[in-house]
């Protein structure tokens, strides 16, 4: 009885197995049954599409792409359906226009699809250890670099050098270059839920590389992204998109790409974690003229190579709310070419942008956490007096301004573009550590400010802020960034209510706090000034003082 029970017992487990594979079998389909040639010549993009037509009709699944290369033009990514590339397997967007579906643009004009589009297809997915091509360097001018028309987005007058600021003989090594007709995004995820993307490298798409629209749960975890093909030159290849989505994770990624590495331009309860980000403009960019932002989180990021930090921007009719950064290591520098930005660690700003809309949203509780950034600018907070900036924390910054080969040619510059007046997109202005203007609810705790020797005399205080209400200085450490300068440690102008406590004036400093037109000051109390030479440069300090070590003789 012992036996026969026990060969029952055997041969119901054989059974139960050999169904589990059938039913593996069922669920996972490869696309060479379906006549994929992955000879990377011939074109694969029918054979593509009716494996995932078929798994999709029969209740979903898995298509698997074996080692190989597979030609393709547009692919559409149909419900429950995952997209499974093995070691080996590349999908590459083919290089001839004719191969992408002809569409409609948002606004009538005509367009193009992209190599892979999914529309309300829940429950998707793109995994293994394969890779998507996108040949993005066949649909730029690789001779060519993109100029952009004078007065279209600023005015070479109202720059520090005039004529001769971003000439192409101090060097066009970063592009960006000349786009060609292109197809549309990458990989674009309209209206869908439960969307994964997994372990894949995605590479060299010809303008953003993933885009969510209107999506939510989505999960990107372990992806590298990259533009290494052309060198990070291709304009608009940002890494990964995400438009009035919602609960999205981004994890353990690496994107290498030459526009932004990852932008939310409307969404809510998103976080990015554990990435390595380097681009052209900015590492991660939050807001620009779109959709609502709120409840997000980035976290533990190292951003390296980057024309930009963070970005955090409104010129729109939306507004962005209750964002914090944390633990990251920023590096930037600045680049060549019609790039945004100019080596800025961190720009916060809310400007008008559209000639035809005068609303404008907010920024509201956004912090910066434990950051430490090497640039060769300061950080840039600039509101407008249509939208004041509100409630802005800084808590264990730590800058070091270094040294830049394109400074004489860039630098001593305000990138505060787009801006729908050319005057205050790219203009001449000093540039602090720290600058900030029309703000309200300014928090600056344990900010800590050094300077590389050598820099341009265009560098000047450690903070500056104009335009204020209620603003809080906290253990700042610093000065300015040259001894006889004639600029303080602290630059205050055009505000009411401030508290400086706690701080230290670095070797060198002249006057530690400058003030202009600042009413109903706060404390300031347990400064240690001995390292400056004046404590402020007017005869009635707006404070209550008290408990500070005066300078030598003072």
């Not at 949203?361 to 060769?376: E, L, M, W, Y």
């Not at 000093?430 to 050598?454: H, M, Q, S, T």
């Not at 004036?505 to 300031?524: H, K, L, N, W």
Request: aromatic share 6%; charged share 25%.
């Amino acid at each position: 009885m012992k036996q026969t029970s026990g060969l029952a017992t055997l041969s119901l487990l054989l059974a139960l197995g050999a169904n589990m594979r059938a039913q593996s079998l069922e669920g996972s389909r490869s696309v060479v049954s379906y006549g994929a040639k992955r000879d990377g010549r011939t074109l694969d993009t029918k054979a593509i599409n009716q494996a995932i037509s078929a798994c999709s009709m029969d209740g979903g699944g898995t298509v698997d792409f074996p080692a190989g290369t597979y030609l393709s033009g547009s692919i559409d990514l149909l419900k429950n359906v995952t997209l499974n590339l093995e070691a080996g397997a590349v999908i590459e967007g083919s290089t001839n226009l004719g191969d992408y579906a002809a569409e409609t643009g948002p606004n009538g004009e005509p367009s193009r699809a992209g190599l892979l589009t999914a529309r309300n297809a829940n429950n998707i997915a793109i995994t293994g250890r394969g890779v998507i091509e996108g040949n993005g360097m066949f649909f730029v001018d690789p001779n060519k670099v993109k100029l952009i028309e004078e007065g279209a987005d600023y005015d070479k007058k109202f720059t520090r050098q005039g004529d001769d600021f971003m000439n192409p003989k101090y060097g066009t090594a970063d592009g960006p270059l000349e786009p060609l007709d292109r197809p549309n995004n990458l990989i674009r995820i309209y209206d869908c839920t439960n969307i994964l993307i997994s372990g894949v490298t995605i590479r060299n798409s010809p303008i953003w590389t993933v885009h969510f629209v209107r999506c939510e749960r989505v999960n990107v975890t372990g992806v590298s992204i990259n533009s290494f093909g052309s060198g990070r030159r291709v304009p608009n290849d940002d890494g990964i998109d995400l438009t009035d989505t919602r609960l999205v994770h981004i994890s353990d990624c690496d994107i290498e790409d030459g526009d932004d590495g990852i932008v939310v331009l409307g969404g809510e309860k998103i976080t990015v974690a554990n990435c390595t980000l380097s681009s052209r403009s900015a590492g991660v960019r939050v807001g620009f003229a779109s959709g609502e932002i709120r409840d997000c989180v980035f976290a533990n990021l190292v951003i390296f190579d980057s024309n930009r930090g963070i970005a955090v921007d409104v010129r729109g009719a939306s507004s962005i709310e209750n964002v914090l950064f944390s633990d990251i290591v920023i590096q930037t520098r600045m680049v060549t070419g019609h790039w945004w930005g100019k080596g800025e660690p961190i720009r916060v700003s809310a400007r008008p942008w559209n000639p035809k809309v005068n609303q404008i949203g907010h920024i509201k509780n956004v912090r910066f956490r434990n950051i430490t950034a090497d640039s060769p600018s300061g950080i840039l907070v600039y509101g407008s007096e249509e939208s004041v900036i509100k409630d802005l924390v800084f808590d264990g910054v730590k800058v070091r301004i270094v040294n830049s080969p394109l400074h004489a040619s860039y630098g001593g510059n305000f990138d505060l573009r787009g801006c729908r007046d050319v005057a205050s997109a790219i203009f001449a202005h000093d540039i602090p550590a720290f600058y900030c203007r029309y703000a309200d609810g300014v928090k600056i705790n344990g900010l800590e400010v050094e300077w590389a020797d050598g820099l341009p005399s265009f560098f000047s205080s450690g903070i500056q802020i104009e335009d204020f209400s209620d603003v809080d200085i906290d253990g700042f450490s610093g000065g300015p960034a040259h001894e006889d300068g004639g600029k303080a440690a602290i630059a205050l102008s055009k505000g009411r209510k401030v508290s400086i406590r706690d701080s230290k004036a670095a070797r060198g400093t002249g006057v530690f706090v400058s003030v202009a037109d600042v009413a109903d000051g706060g404390v300031f109390v347990n400064n240690d000034l001995r390292e400056a030479r004046i404590v402020c440069d007017s005869e009635k300090m707006p404070f209550q003082a008290s408990g500070n070590v005066l300078p030598v003789g003072k």
